[in-house]
């Protein structure tokens, strides 16, 4: 099945910086790479997606790349504000999301 | 109605008693699914419903029942639980099944069994 690694587990930037989060997938049959955002006690919410045959998209401050040669995609989060502050967990899907590990990203004022 | 919800939020129950969470989307998508996720870790894949009837089976324990009622309704059954199934449980639904459409997640209930 796919297996997901995310990195790093934590990371901490300073409002305004930008913050880079990676991903790795092992299925080559993968095809949707979504991310989403969880803060603590809710949700997952979306972020942002991208499907396999695009390289780049972006929403705002908020852009996802994909190489499906080296099967690795990221999340960029430029400019930073405090209520970036969250759980941000990348997924792949060949036929079911299975998710990355996950990274707490904190926003230092 | 743009959003999933999920009942009760919380649930403490003792390892004999029975129980259901129920989970209710009025967005006509036709995929539902039930993750389990522990603290600090990602959702897991518990099971999927396609078109109301179930798709996957994460092997998961037959202590857990899903049921899919309707299009808009899944149900969890819970009966003879251990504490180590203490977690937050998600639902989730999606447009269509088959892995590549946006899956939009209910606010989960929070088990605790004693």
């Known amino acids: 099945g796919e297996n997901v690694e995310q990195h790093p587990s934590t990371l901490s930037v300073q409002e305004g910086d930008s913050a880079v989060i990676k991903c790795t997938y092992s299925d080559s049959a993968s095809n949707y790479f979504p991310w989403y955002k969880q803060e603590l006690g809710k949700r997952p919410q979306l972020i942002i997606d991208i499907r396999s045959n695009v390289g780049e998209k972006k929403d705002q401050r908020i852009a996802v790349t994909l190489n499906k040669t080296a099967k690795h995609f990221s999340l960029h989060i430029t400019e930073t504000q405090p209520e970036d502050s969250a759980v941000y967990f990348c997924a792949a899907s060949p036929e079911k999301l299975t998710f990355g590990t996950g990274t707490r990203l904190t926003i230092i004022p | 109605d743009t959003e999933v919800t999920q009942t009760p939020k919380h649930l403490v129950m003792g390892m004999t008693n029975k129980k259901s969470l129920k989970c209710e989307q009025h967005?006509?998508?036709?995929?539902m699914y039930w993750y389990k996720q522990k603290a600090k870790k990602p959702p897991e894949l518990m099971f999927v419903y396609s078109y109301e009837k179930l798709s996957i089976n994460e092997s998961v324990p037959s202590r857990f029942s899903p049921e899919c009622p309707n299009s808009s309704l899944l149900n969890l059954h819970l009966h003879a639980l251990q504490p180590e199934d203490s977690a937050l449980y998600l639902c989730a639904s999606s447009p269509l099944p088959g892995g590549t459409d946006t899956q939009y997640f209910g606010p989960g209930t929070r088990l605790t069994v004693l």
């Open positions: 967005m006509g998508h036709r995929a």
